[in-house]
């Protein structure tokens, strides 16, 4: 049965039923967390906002990801140097430093 199992787990994964350890009352909404890359921020306000917001250097535009449907901002890409404030539940770090240059 070993070397069987081995062939079987490996081609066949699911084949012999549970394995590990239970999760009893499971809730997927616990860990539901969509997320947003720092150089997509600009998109979810439109370009008129941005054009505005551009003249205005006293005022910075607010960027709520959460009314877009995005709990979660990440570092990728870059930002354009113009003042913004960004609303969001979580921040990886990098996109913190990023903002904050920005």
């Known amino acids: 049965q070993h070397h069987h199992?081995?062939?079987?787990?490996?081609?066949?994964?699911?084949y012999f039923g549970k394995v590990?350890?239970?999760?009893?009352?499971?809730?997927?909404?616990?860990?539901?967390?969509?997320?947003?890359?720092?150089?997509?921020?600009?998109?979810?306000?439109?370009?008129?906002t941005r054009e505005v917001y551009k003249k205005k250097t006293d005022v910075a535009p607010v960027i709520d990801c959460i009314r877009a449907g995005y709990f979660?901002?990440?570092?990728?890409?870059?930002?354009?140097?113009?003042?913004?404030?960004v609303k969001a539940k979580f921040f990886s770090r990098s996109a913190e430093e990023k903002i904050k240059a920005a």
């Open 5 to 14: 199992r081995i062939n079987f787990d490996k081609y066949h994964p699911g």
């Open 20 to 48: 590990g350890m239970r999760y009893l009352h499971l809730t997927r909404n616990k860990y539901w967390c969509p997320t947003v890359n720092v150089d997509k921020l600009w998109s979810l306000v439109t370009e008129q």
């Open 72 to 85: 979660k901002v990440l570092g990728k890409g870059h930002l354009p140097k113009q003042a913004v404030i």
